[in-house]
T-cell receptor, first 113, second 113 residues
Framework: LAKTTQPISMDSYEGQEVNITCSHN???????ITWYQQFPSQGPRFIIQ???TKVTNEVASLFIPADRKSSTLSLPRVSLSDTAVYYC??????????????FGSGTRLSIRP | DVKVTQSSRYLVKRTGEKVFLECVQDMDHENMFWYRQDPGLGLRLIYFSYDVKMKEKGDIPEGYSVSREKKERFSLILESASTNQTSMYLC????????????FGPGTRLTVT
């Protein structure tokens, strides 16, 4: 499975747009990119998933360039409640790969007033 | 809303005890997962089940076993608990075709003394 690299931590301020980039140089043709958010003392929460170009939902946008070797999670106008750890996962969504899912250590995002 | 519940939020057991962690989901999901989360190591997959009585090993199955007798319930068993199994245990479920879109329970903080 594709290995991912993301920053260990990031800081930002309320009202700013935050972009977290994930590098996945050896992404395979059938791999999708998935992002999760985890608050302290809670289980992770699915945010968004995409294969190419741009995906947007009510929480975030996911930008994937044509070569798919990286992806960027964009959080618009963050608030203090967006302080969390964000995980980037890359893998084939077929069942045969489910036992190989890797979360990694994620990016710890801290939002200041 | 999908609901994944875990039998205990906090559990304290002694070395050598047999420990059962129970997980129940109410969305008729085919896939269920058990992870452990430790500081600096992220989430690591212990076992994955894609159907009743079907299971696959994840990254770190040693010292653990699982049971899935009913679709909605997935149990993690520590046959003889050891101190290095002190951790946060997280259960998740997903539909068959979307193994990366997982719904997590609140977690069980297990301490083995």
């Amino acid at each position: 499975l594709a290995k991912t690299t993301q920053p260990i931590s990031m800081d930002s301020y309320e009202g700013q747009e935050v972009n977290i980039t994930c590098s996945h140089n050896n992404i395979a043709t059938n791999d999708y990119i998935t992002w999760y958010q985890q608050f302290p003392s809670q289980g992770p929460r699915f945010i968004i998933q995409g294969y190419k170009t741009k995906v947007t939902n009510e929480v975030a946008s996911l930008f994937i360039p044509a070569d798919r070797k990286s992806s960027t999670l964009s959080l618009p106008r963050v608030s203090l409640s967006d302080t969390a750890v964000y995980y980037c996962l890359v893998g084939d969504i077929r069942r045969s790969s489910a036992s190989k899912i890797i979360f990694g250590s994620g990016t710890r995002l801290s939002i200041r007033p | 809303d999908v609901k994944v519940t875990q039998s205990s939020r906090y559990l304290v057991k002694r070395t050598g005890e047999k420990v059962f962690l129970e997980c129940v989901q109410d969305m008729d999901h085919e896939n269920m997962f058990w992870y452990r989360q430790d500081p600096g190591l992220g989430l690591r997959l212990i076992y994955f089940s894609y159907d009743v009585k079907m299971k696959e090993k994840g990254d770190i199955p040693e010292g653990y076993s699982v049971s899935r007798e009913k679709k909605e319930r997935f149990s993690l068993i520590l046959e003889s608990a050891s101190t290095n199994q002190t951790s946060m245990y997280l259960c998740a479920s997903s539909r068959s075709g979307t193994p990366y879109e997982q719904y997590f329970g609140p977690g069980t903080r297990l301490t083995v003394t």
